[in-house]
């Protein structure tokens, strides 16, 4: 059996939690803080702590008391306050990897977006937004499809019925991966109305994550994204 | 048995079963025999019961022993095999009511999408199908578009994402009558997946009957159709 | 964000949200403004922009903030507080289509109701009200369902067990839209049991809307009501 | 295998089961045997070893092979083919004990009302049993209401939407054992649908059973009739 | 049909509710008035206007608000705290009918089971209560098996895993009413767990209420004692 | 990262299976083959080729087809039929360590509860049964609970409403591994009534394995009683 | 039938709460008080009378005002916050009992992990933790194997996914009891995705207990570990 | 809006369906048929339609029946039997696109994963098969982590616990799409266990696809791999 005795320290132990620096290079992207359930200071401890051996970090589900705490300790971090997200990251950063795009059927939808396109941007992988584009005012998506069909890889944001995925699967011959949300109300069962209905699409090439997991979904498509050779030449726009 | 004999009679005392010829008068349509569960020879004595004071009678969820079973009594009777239906009307029968679309996602729906079209043609609707217009190619859907805004009412089924009546209602003005299939498999939980979706549809203008309910939509379709005010001119066809 | 600059314009970009003024035209419906999880800021200036181009709107799931948001940009507007909507329309807006009926089982159930009804009026559809009649109290409900057969739809509320919409199609000819709501308790989970009941209805001639969804049921209604040739003479009453 | 013995006999050891012939004394009740599950040699051996030391005994969830196996052995036993009931009981067995109203809302639901009415009669009920009166027909039900009231305990049976205990129980004032069937298709999910409804009616006085379970019913029904003070006359009839 | 043409009005209207005066006479019981989602005014006027026909009232699932609303109009009323409940009977009012046992399995069920006591005793019944007496210490349930055995009726309440009913009616031979609560946590899925243990009894004389209705247990235990032929002698108790 | 150089084979590689041998050594438990899904063929060369290295295997979910598959290469196998089992064991095996026992609530539960059996005894340890011991008799459990406390762990198996084991686990001091069992019917939900009631137990010391899952409930009692100190001197039996 | 009446009084009787100071004797366990919807005054009541008869206690689910409650009235009792558990024990108290290992997947589920600890320890019984081990960094976990491995028995406490304790019980030869937690949102379901991970596992040697039920895992293990032969030699630790 | 008036044909009309020649152009796929619920014929004579136009073809949900139909039209078909696929391609066709690795955890999930890897080949991307690793065998998938961090994407198929995508996304670093599968029994209800476990997996790099959807699978993997730069140097294989 493994005994793990002739490597180097797994991380760094905190007492509450054990803080991976091998991931980024393991598996390509930063580490991540999951802030739900933990306490600000928790967390901003966990972040400082990473910082000192890489240059940027991710923190989601975090709330303004989250973000008070890490910018009192990591003044140059970022609020994200609907995608609930937090960024370090050096002042040179640049999304410079090829586009993908985050689409969501409503105005309700916004914040699951923006978690995944916060998620894409702090790895540096361009990220264009489509709102407003639910399967209800089929024109407004037709008229955006095009713009949509040049992104690597697609992220589709739904609530209620959530059948964006299956119509945009349809229409472009890109991975979609689809992201129910709790948007809705009574027989939505929150969100299970739509995560069925995405995982029961008629269109091919489209996979599902948790409902609201756009953290989840902004990582997957950065994954696939990552090796993807470029077929755009979308001017790159610097984020942080 | 309680015996009633001292009240006006309710209808037919079949022993099994008691007929309500007021039915047709009361609701503004045929009687109607659910045949699942019943013996064929129960469902040919009950439609013959219906034709000694009606002219026609409706049977839903019948198999051929019912068919055979109907026929040896009623000869002019007609068996709709992929609907699951026996109907019987007299040969002067015309669907001549305005125009009720019956739009089906997929050729798996058809049997339920067939069970509402001869729902509706037996008590006199003209009907015009639609088929394998599933939102994933939404090229198909959109060319049809304009023929199935000319009715006064639209039957919409589809299994799986159940994602077409929410498509539907965005692009029309007329109410449709969603019905959820048991068609897919595994997450689709026979048919729950569908009508979740058709419930949570984020176009208004849509209501839901229950998965598999061909029957019930045509129904619900034809009380809708009865009054509508005509709006179209397209040419009568004859039905049996 | 995309910007879609070489396209003629879609409607009215907010930032936020995409207002379509097309709506109306094409669905036969005032602009709707759903305001659950938006705040009052946004409901009201997206009320506003729809006004620009319309004489009416109706905003659902409105709460007392958003109201007074509303009325301080839009004084003539209405706040339906039990029925959680806001209301603009023209002084001279009269309900003046046909009838149709909102009956509801319980007093609990009468906010989804008030919904129903809503809707309706700022569609100009006259409504009448049938309340506390559930089928516990059979009578109560039998003594009005003459007046209820004179409409020409049927909206029928009810939480618990659900059965009012079942009754109801038994006793009368016209399309019953049957509205599960979250009153009840246990094993009500929230609407699930007199959602399941509706759909599992013995009688025909019923469809059904999603749990507390009185809009859906009110514009499902209207659709219906449009177009039916009127069999009523009921005395015109003004809304507002 | 454990011998026991140096207890006093708790009941026969079959090897296979332990026959409690104190049971009828225990619970007022005869003994019964389910027998799904069993081979019907196995439930005849039981049968007649309860024979041994009792008048009476009822079989449940029967099969032909069954009946034949015990019919073999006992040959003025009884087979109840639609209640799926064996019934042994002395020629001279009277249900000479007060009404019980057995209530089926359609005729799809007849094996378990017959469950039920099968279980009151071995144990000495007198049963009157009203058919087809389902809620979409409130006229059916309305003409026997007085019938029913009659009765000292109501056991009502329904599937699908499952409204008929709630209306029956605002009719009468006596208790409703409500049974739910699994009859239905669809969203009906095996009963469940019928069950809910019935766990949260509207109306009180009502009590429910297992899906399908008219055996536990007619129980139930006939430890409440047990000890109930006679209210009426109605001429005593022979059953076996 | 009923036409409900020739008897005395249905009630009082009072805009918000309609009052069934009819209900004590029609089916054995007070009138009862559910608090939830009433404000305390509402609830009070309801009372009074019931009050003006009839001599005793019931309101469940009171709180605090609507105490006080009661009592500043009806002083005579009482709270009944932990039963959620209001009463209000003449000062000569006692429990003078057949007794019987509302079983409890933890203290955590006694509300439930204490909602149940009060509406025995408001109607009349003599109610003997058993608290903590759940399977996991069957000792203490055997100590007070013979007291319990000597109820007319009995109501069981238990959350958790439910068995308290199955056990009870293994012991004794009088009609178990099951109330399954909320109480319990993780896979209760709030008494769900309880239920279904209740429905699925092994053991016959077992009907169940829905979770948490110790009004509805209580109720029909109340008419099951209605008409019992008296079997004990236990002394009479004063309740108000 | 681990690259399983350094050490022996994992396993024979047979095309369609990886047998490990080294899971006894590992896991103190022979290899088992679950047969469900797998042509009996299959299922006899993989017993064969465990027998090469091992001198005992268990096959679980067998058919009659497959025991004689493996019969026809192993002829010293025994095919247990109620428990779906096959076993090879030298002929010299003994069910030597300390007792366990089986306990069943129903003759129904007999399926499951020697499967357990049959696990525990090819692993060597002791097994003494308990049947028909369900809580709606509860005498005859109470007259065996001194016998089941004498065992080092009990295996309770249950269908229906799942009580056996929270009133096993209140009598006894000894772990308690709770098997659902999918007997019932209705409500049952395929034993997901008896699931949550085991998982909800008011008594501690219970742990819940899968569904009829007797194999894994016997695995989970045979590593408790592995390193149990004997406390009890019960002659030994043989098995095989 | 058991009668009880040669045997000690069986408890306390409080009014509120039948205490039994038996129990420690016939299950080897202290008592415990479940404090969840208890006030502080109750739980603490119960406590002291405990303590006449006993010289330690447990108190679960309890929060700070439990536990100010307690401490008020013995001085020397100890709240676990995290844990959210009150322990009382004499000063002398010492965990010197074999050895189990409480493992977590991820910081949020300590409080769970704790709560198995703290009823673990005070009944006499070594632990080690193990915090941070999920799945998702397998070579944390692999790194703790061999120290997991000598305990007589494990605790593993998983949410999301729920897959800790299939990984370890392939690991590992000593059973597993798994405890899902809440912890996770979206598809999650309060715990259910992990609970149903954990009931299904490939991986024999697990049995689970209720979400989020640390007491129960800690009890059902220390039950296991009470007599089990010592296999190591770890230095005891004190515990209070 | 899109009116579909200035392009080619839709499609070809076979009555029954309508043939999409234009979506392997569209979306980068060949045509699929789905053959569940089609005739051998119906399936047949689509497939030869598609073949008038295309070169290749995929027929999925498969049975012998549906082979034999195609293969007498079409001699050069592949049927794939455990795959249930039907392939058509011509014999120059070579997998010459990156590598994907399909993995399954156990043999019972074969056919799933079959299904994957036909899907892939037909669309020319190479495959390679692990199988057997299921994580209680957690050495078994750690020697075979190597292999599979060398695809550009990984297909995990699983069923019972479903932990296998958790464990492998926290290993390599390439997106991963699980398949649950329907593998298991008892509370894994059809699937659901796993599917629900994947969608909460505690490692990000996942996305879900239908229970038993290898199809689906295969198809998002080659949506992923088709634009994926080579990062390997496999050596092509053919296929057909």
Not at 21 to 33: K, Q, S
Not at 190 to 206: D, E, F, K, Q, Y
Not at 214 to 235: C, E, K, S, V
């Amino acid at each position: 059996m493994h005994d793990g005795k002739d490597r180097p320290p797994l991380g760094s132990e905190l007492g509450f939690a054990t803080v991976d620096h091998d991931r980024a290079r393991r598996c390509g992207f930063p580490e991540v803080v999951f802030c739900q359930g933990k306490t600000p200071d928790d967390a901003a401890t966990i972040a400082v702590e990473i910082l000192t051996r890489a240059d940027r970090v991710l923190l989601t589900r975090a709330d303004a008391a989250h973000a008070k705490a890490v910018l009192a300790r990591v003044p140059h971090a970022r609020f994200h306050e609907r995608a609930r997200c937090i960024t370090v990251a050096p002042s040179t950063h640049t999304a410079s990897r090829g586009l993908v795009a985050v689409v969501a059927a409503g105005t309700a939808d916004l914040p699951v977006a923006d978690e995944a396109a916060v998620t894409l941007e702090i790895a540096g992988h361009r990220v264009e937004r489509f709102t407003d584009v639910g399967v209800a005012g089929l024109h407004r998506l037709l008229a955006k499809v095009d713009a949509i069909r040049a992104a690597n890889a697609i992220v589709a944001v739904a609530g209620m019925e959530g059948a964006l995925p299956s119509v945009l699967a349809g229409l472009v011959d890109k991975p979609v991966i689809a992201v129910p949300t709790s948007v809705g109300y009574g027989a939505s069962f929150g969100g299970l109305a739509a995560l069925l209905a995405m995982l029961n699409s008629c269109a091919a090439g489209i996979a599902v994550v948790n409902i609201d997991n756009g953290f989840g979904a902004g990582y997957m498509a950065a994954l696939i994204n990552l090796r993807t050779t470029p077929t755009d030449d979308h001017p790159k726009r610097e984020t942080r």
